[in-house]
């Protein structure tokens, strides 16, 4: 069974630049996660998707950053403009159920 | 691939020893626990859950361990292999939100 994917797995940008996050989920699975891990913590939650809806984007900042799931498979994270502080990895989870969540590798984002 | 994270709590043992890995969790509302092993340039990988109806459940040469009391999780691994050395996260789930604490890196020598 492919995993999730993820790309691109590195990226380098400039403060108040934009960027952007893909990520494939396991297919059939329904819900979709996007954490921010900060180096040295634990993954954060930024925002779950059950197919399209969002069922939870409580710690999303809004004012820079936004996500889609358009279709309910594929996912966008955008982020604009990136400050030095959203440098971090950004990890893409799905599952089937709740309980068990499949991480994908992450991507990298250093913001200079 | 890149550091996990660069100043975590480190446990380190011997090969062969076994391993207790420890958390202390926030929110007595959480019902439900996972442990998740992250190797470096990787994302987290499920290890074992438990309900917070349960006080204990094995897992392959892993035993997770909670006390709702003292609201305390434990990981144990039994036998500790070279492969197993990675950051361990424990995460807790309080209205189907999973919120991660913050890692422990452990080192097995050889």
């Known amino acids: 069974e492919a995993g999730v994917a993820q790309s691109p797995r590195y990226k380098i940008i400039e403060k108040r630049q934009s960027v952007a996050f893909w990520c494939n989920p396991i297919s059939g699975h329904a819900t979709l996660y996007w954490y921010q891990q900060i180096l040295g913590q634990g993954p954060k939650l930024l925002i779950q998707?059950?197919?399209?809806?969002?069922?939870?984007d409580s710690q999303l900042p809004k004012d820079r950053f936004s996500a889609e799931r358009l279709k309910g498979v594929d996912s966008t994270l955008k982020i604009q403009p990136a400050k030095l502080e959203d440098s971090a990895v950004y990890l893409c989870?799905?599952?089937?159920?709740?309980?068990?969540?499949?991480f994908g590798p992450g991507t990298r984002l250093t913001v200079l | 691939g890149e550091s996990v994270g660069l100043h975590l709590p480190t446990l380190s043992v011997q090969e062969g020893d076994n391993s207790i890995i420890n958390c202390a969790y926030s929110?007595?509302?959480?019902?439900?626990f996972i442990w998740y092993k992250q190797e470096s340039g990787k994302g987290p990988q499920f290890i074992i859950d438990?309900?917070?109806?349960?006080d204990k459940r094995q897992g392959q040469r892993v035993t997770v361990l909670l006390n709702k009391t003292v609201k305390h999780l434990s990981l144990q691994i039994a036998a500790t292999q070279p492969g197993d050395s990675a950051v361990y996260f424990c995460?807790?789930?309080?209205?189907?939100?999973?919120?991660f604490g913050g890692g422990t890196r452990l080192m097995v020598k050889p």
């Open positions: 989870a799905s599952s089937l159920t709740f309980n068990e969540q499949f």
């Open positions: 995460a807790e789930n309080a209205g189907n939100m999973l919120t």
């Open positions: 998707f059950q197919n399209n809806g969002v069922v939870d």
């Open positions: 438990i309900r917070s109806n349960m």
């Open positions: 929110n007595s509302a959480s019902d439900y």
